[in-house]
């Protein structure tokens, strides 16, 4: 069970994600926890100037499925992540998993800038 959020990114009130939208948050909160490891040092975690520089896609696609696959009832993680680079250092990721409630696609979205 996982809280739900608005649009804006805030906690809606008594409200929280279960079954299969449980599983999307699950995974879209431990990649931005992932990318977020330590944001009081910036040598700490992932390198920002080669992901959001040179964009090491392979490498950052198979961290991002290890995280996925790591999440409750995920069973399978496509081979394919795609990665859509924003303006201001936002970077898109998505892919879909295979969970017990059927096939489900992931999005998200990290900011560097917030790091």
Same mark, same amino acid.
């Given at each position: 069970?996982?809280?739900?959020?608005?649009?804006?990114?805030?906690? &809606?009130?008594? *409200?929280? !994600?279960?079954?299969?939208?449980?599983?999307?948050?699950?995974? +879209? *909160?431990?990649?931005? $926890? !992932?990318?977020? @490891?330590?944001? $009081?040092?910036? &040598?700490?975690? #992932?390198? !920002?100037? *080669? @992901?959001?520089?040179?964009?090491?896609?392979?490498? $950052?696609? =198979?961290? #991002?499925?290890?995280?996925?696959? =790591?999440?409750?009832?995920? $069973?399978?993680? +496509?081979?394919?992540?795609?990665?859509?680079?924003?303006?201001?250092?936002?970077?898109?990721?998505?892919? +879909?998993?295979?969970?017990?409630?059927?096939?489900?696609?992931?999005?998200?979205?990290?900011?560097?800038?917030?790091?």
């Amino acid at each position: 069970m996982f809280r739900e959020y608005d649009e804006d990114g805030d906690i &809606k009130s008594g *409200t929280f !994600w279960r079954g299969r939208d449980a599983v999307g948050a699950n995974i +879209s *909160t431990q990649i931005q $926890l !992932w990318f977020k @490891e330590n944001p $009081l040092n910036h &040598k700490e975690g #992932i390198d !920002w100037k *080669t @992901e959001f520089g040179d964009l090491s896609e392979g490498r $950052l696609a =198979g961290q #991002i499925r290890d995280i996925a696959f =790591g999440c409750d009832k995920v $069973l399978k993680v +496509s081979e394919r992540v795609v990665f859509n680079q924003l303006p201001n250092r936002v970077l898109g990721i998505s892919f +879909s998993v295979e969970t017990e409630y059927g096939v489900q696609s992931v999005g998200v979205n990290v900011d560097a800038n917030n790091y």
